[in-house]
């Protein structure tokens, strides 16, 4: 039997999306475990081999901090892309619960792959639109207000107020930009998965459909990145007072860095895949609930649950030939003009 849709406030949102990580924990856990663990393998890499992190070594040598800033942003790249190819698989996850379906590990995975040149076109164009976009326009304002600080004679100073200041506002407007932009296109991957929408119909689908949840989107967002974030921090302080009392009471002369890194970089992928599950599960909802409230999705589900499908199409001029006897009165229910159930769309 499947569950009925109807509207909800951001509340019961988060409510069912607790509700729907504990139906199905361990297959959420599996998905979100790829990316997360495809990231601890970089890092690994990274730590043994690439070393990017230690090409600045001193901790007071200038650019250190710019230097671990843009590691770190490239990190972030790659994690976003990993999160929105996988993004499908949990939708598909999330449907099924809500049809009360059999759905796998590999059945979702295999979703994602039957359609991954449509995914991947559709997580390259939302990565461009709601991050690299936001980012050359923050370094394009910051590097045009300190060049025009410097001709009017700001930077003279020498205390470095005035570049500060630039970074600072440069750094807001990107996140503000990186945050608006990312809840407005946050159904695309689902306009694609669900829908059937390729490419810029997808982003233009979201820009649309977004336009009365995009609070709701952030806020959730947020809420669960904050929640994530707070548990590896939690984590990484253990760890830290831990091996720290190590090397006190075994008299270590060196802090085991290397195995220390390695641990913390394990343990955030593992944070990652338990708590990364949740945002997926919420957008896929606030999808939903917003289809509901716009375009009358409940009536169209009730509708799939019932087995009342889109009949097939007849041949033309077959409703003017037709004699009298075999049309279909006008309150018929299957005369009625039902678009495709996301039970097609998703299989």
């Given at each position: 039997m499947t569950v009925s849709l109807r509207p909800m406030n951001l509340g019961e949102i988060l409510d069912r999306t607790f509700q729907i990580y504990r139906s199905r924990f361990l297959l959420f856990v599996g998905i979100a475990a790829l990316p997360a663990f495809v990231m601890f393998a970089l890092h690994l890499a990274d730590i043994s081999l690439l070393r990017f992190n230690s090409l600045v070594r001193a901790y007071r040598e200038p650019g250190f901090t710019l230097w671990n800033f843009l590691v770190w942003l490239a990190y972030y790249h790659v994690s976003t892309f990993l999160g929105m190819l996988i993004l499908p698989a949990f939708v598909k996850q999330v449907t099924s619960v809500l049809e009360d379906e059999v759905c796998s590990i590999r059945s979702a995975l295999q979703f994602v792959w039957l359609r991954f040149k449509s995914f991947l076109w559709i997580a390259i164009l939302k990565l461009l639109a709601s991050l690299v976009i936001p980012e050359m326009l923050a370094f394009g304002l910051g590097f045009g207000l300190i060049t025009a600080a410097d001709a009017a004679g700001a930077m003279k100073d020498g205390r470095g107020?005035?570049?500060?200041?630039?970074?600072?506002?440069?750094?807001?407007?990107?996140i503000g930009l990186f945050a608006w932009l990312g809840a407005c296109l946050a159904f695309a991957v689902l306009a694609t998965a669900i829908e059937k929408r390729k490419g810029f119909k997808s982003l233009r689908r979201s820009w649309q459909l977004t336009r009365e949840s995009r609070g709701r989107i952030f806020v959730s967002w947020f809420t669960i990145g904050l929640l994530q974030w707070a548990m590896?921090?939690?984590l990484e302080f253990m760890i830290r007072f831990i091996m720290i009392e190590i090397v006190r009471l075994e008299h270590l002369a060196v802090f085991p860095l290397n195995a220390y890194t390695i641990t913390?970089?394990?343990?955030?992928a593992?944070?990652?895949?338990?708590?990364?599950?949740?945002?997926?599960i919420a957008l896929t909802l606030i999808y939903y609930d917003q289809r509901i409230r716009r375009e009358g999705f409940d009536i169209e589900w009730m509708m799939s649950a019932a087995g009342l499908n889109v009949p097939a199409a007849p041949p033309a001029g077959a409703r003017e030939t037709a004699p009298p006897s075999v049309r279909k009165p006008a309150h018929s229910p299957s005369a009625t003009t039902i678009v495709p159930t996301i039970r097609g769309s998703l299989a």
């Open positions: 107020v005035v570049p500060s200041i630039v970074v600072l506002f440069g750094f807001a407007v990107g590896a921090m939690g913390i970089y394990l343990l955030f593992a944070v990652s895949a338990f708590v990364g599950p949740l945002y997926p």
